[in-house]
């Protein structure tokens, strides 16, 4: 009865930040974020957001290893996802594709665009950023 | 300016998984419970509100809170809905709670309910993911038990808290619900089977994860000044407190606190005038065994890195230090989640009335019940006391 509808709108619409890690920054308080903000956390109605591209470096903050997932990663499970510090500042949830190399808090790693799941036998592939240990 | 609330009656559906009741009759069962012991006659009844969390996502049917309404035979009585995910319930009554407090109604139903279990699991994952940044956190298939792993396991980097630490506070929680009739779980378990439990996202086993659950909560509120007309032992509501914080994690000033939970804290201690001393016995929200051990160091009872070792050495069990989760809390009662908020409150009455029977904590004085909504985006907090 759950399904989760219609995700490629979900894709298309952040497609921009997804794909090419282009987030912002508030010219008025020099605050970097990505996924990038509509309006700056700190200054509110006087935020002044600017766009800007991650580099996709940055290091582990935690993570784990789902084995239970929602109905759309059925067929991904094990898969390990963590919160990632960029250098520029902000954290970001992501998958990490281990790649044969123990991760731990404070492991260096670096986003690429990977593919992230199938929809449905001879539905779309969805690509997404992932992180890899560097 | 604002009138003092009392709760004077208290009703609860048992939890569980309930094949044979739907959203109607979980309903029921706790609302008519709740007006019995408030000595009421549906037609007294002028507002209700109504905590549910996806009742859509589970059974298909939006629209509870009316539906709850005219369940209970109320005529035709405003009723509003209120959702904010796993603090639906907990938000409702603080809805409820300002309605009478600011004298636009006198007698108020506050009902939360979940139906949870006619879908698979996975799908109920989906559902429930719903509380995080859709966007950025379920669209990745980042699940909740996913999110609190990843506190926990910063938790436990940062201040060296074990994976048996929050084992224990499943087996306390099993404990206290052996003694509780309204129970999903009457099984006592071991930290060792906890330790041995299914991996759902490491460092968090199946039994350290709440249950799926269908359960109903309904508590009536009414005015302190003619609370006793109804019932001999009202109790006061002494303070009704909520923040809000982002939706997703990640950005979040760090993973280790719940910081909304400590803004509704400070603001709930302050209108009651109590400090966490001060708290005899208090439900909090222990969706997962992580969540708890945050829970006991951000509203104060403990020092942050603290709260694992204390429930090891059986600092939290019913009359001990401070007696938390006696109704056998989320993970031991059952969380269904609309209903969880408001039986909290339940509990902090039967608590502090002196009716929790094996569970009775001597002497309680002051009760605080904690319902969070997500990972952490919303806090709601309430502190109780017996009206002299
Ligand atoms: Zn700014």
Same mark, same amino acid.
């Given at each position: 009865?759950?399904?989760?509808?219609?995700?490629?709108?979900?894709?298309?619409?952040?497609?921009?930040?997804?794909?090419?890690?282009?987030g912002?920054?508030?010219?008025?308080?020099?605050?970097?974020?990505?996924?990038?903000?509509?309006?700056?956390?700190?200054?509110?109605?006087?935020?002044?957001?600017?766009?800007?591209?991650?580099?996709?470096?940055?290091?582990? $903050?935690?993570?784990?290893?789902?084995?239970?997932?929602?109905?759309?990663?059925?067929?991904?499970?094990?898969?390990?996802?963590?919160?990632?510090?960029?250098?520029?500042?902000?954290? =970001?949830?992501g998958?990490?594709?281990?790649?044969?190399?123990?991760?731990?808090?404070?492991?260096?790693?670096? /986003?690429?665009?990977?593919?992230?799941?199938?929809?449905?036998?001879?539905?779309? $592939?969805?690509?997404?950023?992932?992180?890899?240990?560097? | 300016?604002?009138?003092?609330?009392?709760?004077?009656?208290?009703?609860?559906?048992?939890?569980?998984?309930?094949?044979?009741?739907?959203?109607?009759e979980l309903? %029921?069962e706790?609302?008519?419970? /709740?007006?019995?012991?408030?000595?009421?006659?549906?037609?007294?009844?002028?507002?209700?509100?109504?905590?549910?969390?996806?009742?859509?996502?589970?059974?298909?049917?939006?629209?509870? %809170?009316?539906?709850?309404?005219?369940?209970?035979?109320?005529?035709?009585?405003?009723?509003?809905?209120?959702?904010? %995910?796993?603090?639906?319930? @907990?938000?409702?009554?603080?809805?409820?709670?300002?309605?009478?407090?600011?004298?636009?109604?006198?007698?108020?139903?506050?009902?939360g309910?979940?139906?949870?279990?006619?879908?698979?699991?996975?799908?109920?994952?989906?559902?429930? @993911? @719903? /509380?995080?940044?859709?966007?950025?956190?379920?669209?990745?298939?980042?699940?909740?038990?996913?999110?609190?792993?990843?506190?926990?396991?910063?938790?436990?980097?940062?201040y060296?808290?074990?994976?048996?630490?929050?084992?224990?506070?499943?087996?306390?929680?099993?404990?206290?619900?052996?003694?509780?009739?309204?129970?999903?779980?009457h099984?006592?378990?071991?930290?060792?089977?906890?330790?041995?439990?299914?991996? =759902?996202?490491?460092?968090?086993?199946?039994?350290?994860?709440?249950?799926?659950?269908?359960g109903?909560?309904?508590?009536?509120?009414a005015?302190?000044?003619?609370?006793?007309?109804y019932?001999?032992?009202?109790?006061?509501?002494?303070?009704?407190?909520?923040?809000?914080?982002?939706?997703?994690?990640?950005?979040?000033?760090?993973?280790?606190?719940?910081?909304?939970?400590?803004?509704?804290?400070?603001? %709930?201690?302050?209108?009651?005038?109590?400090?966490?001393?001060?708290?005899?016995?208090?439900?909090?929200?222990?969706?997962?065994?992580?969540?708890?051990?945050?829970?006991? &160091?951000?509203?104060?009872f403990?020092?942050? @890195?603290?709260?694992?070792?204390?429930?090891?050495?059986? &600092?939290?069990?019913?009359?001990?230090?401070?007696? $938390?989760n006696?109704?056998?809390?989320?993970?031991?009662?059952?969380?269904?989640?609309?209903?969880?908020?408001?039986?909290?409150?339940?509990?902090?009455?039967?608590?502090?009335?002196?009716?929790?029977? &094996?569970?009775?904590?001597?002497?309680?004085?002051?009760?605080?019940?904690?319902?969070?909504?997500?990972?952490?985006?919303?806090?709601?907090?309430?502190?109780?006391?017996? /009206?002299?």
């Amino acid at each position: 009865m759950i399904t989760m509808e219609k995700p490629s709108a979900s894709l298309w619409r952040k497609i921009k930040p997804r794909y090419n890690l282009s987030g912002n920054i508030c010219k008025n308080c020099s605050t970097a974020y990505f996924p990038p903000r509509i309006v700056c956390r700190k200054c509110g109605r006087n935020s002044k957001m600017e766009s800007m591209t991650f580099s996709g470096n940055g290091e582990i $903050i935690s993570f784990t290893e789902i084995r239970v997932p929602p109905d759309t990663f059925r067929d991904e499970a094990p898969y390990t996802v963590g919160v990632v510090k960029l250098d520029e500042g902000p954290l =970001v949830e992501g998958h990490i594709l281990e790649n044969g190399i123990k991760i731990d808090i404070g492991t260096k790693v670096k /986003a690429a665009f990977r593919k992230m799941y199938v929809d449905g036998e001879e539905g779309p $592939i969805y690509y997404h950023y992932k992180f890899e240990p560097v | 300016m604002s009138r003092d609330v009392a709760i004077i009656g208290v009703g609860l559906a048992k939890f569980g998984e309930r094949w044979n009741a739907g959203l109607k009759e979980l309903m %029921a069962e706790a609302g008519l419970q /709740a007006l019995e012991d408030a000595n009421l006659k549906s037609d007294d009844v002028e507002m209700l509100y109504g905590g549910t969390m996806a009742s859509g996502r589970f059974m298909g049917q939006e629209h509870v %809170a009316a539906l709850m309404s005219d369940q209970l035979g109320f005529k035709n009585i405003p009723a509003v809905r209120i959702e904010n %995910a796993c603090a639906s319930g @907990g938000s409702a009554l603080r809805q409820g709670y300002i309605s009478v407090a600011s004298d636009i109604h006198d007698i108020v139903v506050v009902g939360g309910v979940e139906k949870m279990t006619d879908v698979t699991s996975s799908e109920a994952t989906t559902a429930l @993911g @719903g /509380a995080g940044d859709q966007e950025w956190e379920l669209f990745q298939g980042i699940t909740f038990p996913a999110l609190y792993a990843m506190m926990a396991k910063r938790h436990m980097y940062e201040y060296g808290t074990t994976e048996e630490q929050l084992a224990a506070v499943s087996v306390k929680n099993h404990e206290n619900a052996m003694k509780n009739k309204y129970a999903q779980f009457h099984k006592r378990l071991t930290i060792d089977e906890v330790m041995k439990s299914k991996m =759902v996202s490491d460092p968090l086993k199946l039994l350290d994860c709440s249950p799926i659950s269908d359960g109903a909560a309904a508590v009536v509120l009414a005015p302190l000044e003619i609370a006793r007309k109804y019932n001999d032992t009202p109790i006061k509501i002494v303070a009704s407190a909520q923040a809000s914080d982002t939706l997703r994690l990640a950005e979040r000033d760090n993973l280790t606190s719940i910081k909304a939970t400590s803004i509704a804290a400070e603001k %709930a201690y302050k209108q009651a005038g109590v400090t966490p001393k001060d708290i005899n016995v208090a439900e909090v929200h222990d969706c997962f065994t992580i969540a708890e051990i945050m829970a006991m &160091e951000d509203l104060g009872f403990y020092k942050k @890195g603290e709260a694992g070792k204390a429930v090891m050495n059986g &600092e939290t069990a019913i009359n001990s230090k401070i007696s $938390i989760n006696t109704s056998g809390g989320l993970k031991g009662c059952g969380h269904p989640v609309g209903a969880t908020g408001v039986k909290q409150a339940v509990e902090a009455v039967w608590q502090l009335r002196g009716d929790a029977g &094996e569970r009775q904590v001597n002497g309680a004085e002051v009760a605080l019940t904690h319902n969070v909504g997500g990972s952490g985006a919303t806090a709601v907090v309430h502190i109780y006391k017996r /009206a002299n």
